[in-house]
């Protein structure tokens, strides 16, 4: 089973950027289509963007389109969301998602059949 490993949170000043990193372990993920989503307090987990098995094709949340970019490398098994000009309203848990064999829809958390812990990210105003 595969296993997931979310990396590279912490705490930033508004306009900052940091890399988040998801690892995976276990049976090969270069087939699937990985997402990245987050849950900020009091809120629901929402959609931030998701990576094609190719790395080829990105989608992005209107919220952070033009400020954060994925990609993947698939020698160290890892995805990465690269996060610049983060603003205080991307403070949240962010997860890192598989894509289900039936995946059509990078939105719907309901397509991802494997999901990390979860990396703190806060940014201060």
């Known amino acids: 089973q595969v296993q997931l490993v979310e990396s590279g949170g912490g705490l930033v000043q508004a306009g900052g950027s940091l890399r988040l990193s998801c690892a995976a372990s276990?049976?090969?993920?270069?087939?699937?289509?990985m997402g990245w989503f987050r849950q900020a307090p009091g809120k629901e987990r929402e959609f931030v963007a998701s990576i094609s098995w190719s790395g080829g094709s990105t989608y992005f949340a209107d919220s952070v389109k033009g400020r954060f970019t994925a990609s993947r490398d698939y020698i160290k098994n890892t995805v990465y969301l690269q996060m610049n000009s983060l603003k205080p309203e991307d403070t949240a848990v962010y997860y890192c998602?598989?894509?289900?064999?039936?995946?059509?829809?990078?939105?719907?958390?309901?397509?991802?059949?494997?999901w990390g812990q979860g990396t703190q990210v806060t940014v201060s105003s």
């Open positions: 276990g049976p090969t993920f270069s087939s699937n289509p």
């Open positions: 998602a598989r894509g289900g064999d039936r995946y059509t829809d990078p939105v719907d958390q309901g397509q991802y059949d494997a």
